[in-house]
């Protein structure tokens, strides 16, 4: 069974940063695909950024492009989400996720996902 763990969340003022790790245990980490989406309140889950082939392919969506980053260690089979200049439209609770397949254009929809985490809450304050 694949366990997906983040940390890092937290609250944090306006303009500035968190670094958020989702550890995977995973075999073959680099043939996955490994998300970020999140969850504000009364709103749908939605797309933050993806990662595939070692790294070699970086998604975002055009809300955060810019101002995250998304990497991998696959020596340590964890991803981050290193986030910077937040907002407080930012504040929701981010789920990192897994994709066994590392093709195809749906990288941003949550339904082809495998395995999710719990969350991490994470909040800024204007």
């Known amino acids: 069974q694949v366990q997906l763990v983040e940390s890092g969340g937290g609250l944090v003022q306006a303009g500035g940063s968190l670094r958020l790790s989702c550890a995977a245990s995973?075999?073959?980490?680099?043939?996955?695909?490994m998300a970020w989406f999140r969850q504000a309140p009364e709103k749908e889950r939605e797309f933050v950024a993806a990662?595939?082939?070692?790294?070699?392919?970086?998604y975002y969506a055009d809300s955060v492009k810019g101002r995250f980053t998304i990497s991998g260690d696959n020596a340590e089979n964890t991803v981050y989400l290193q986030m910077n200049s937040l907002k407080p439209e930012d504040t929701a609770v981010y789920y990192c996720a897994a994709d066994r397949s590392s093709y195809g254009e749906t990288y941003h929809v949550s339904g082809r996902y495998d395995y999710w985490g719990q969350g991490t809450q994470v909040t800024v304050s204007s």
């Open positions: 995973i075999r073959t980490f680099s043939t996955y695909t």
């Open positions: 990662i595939r082939r070692s790294g070699l392919t970086t």
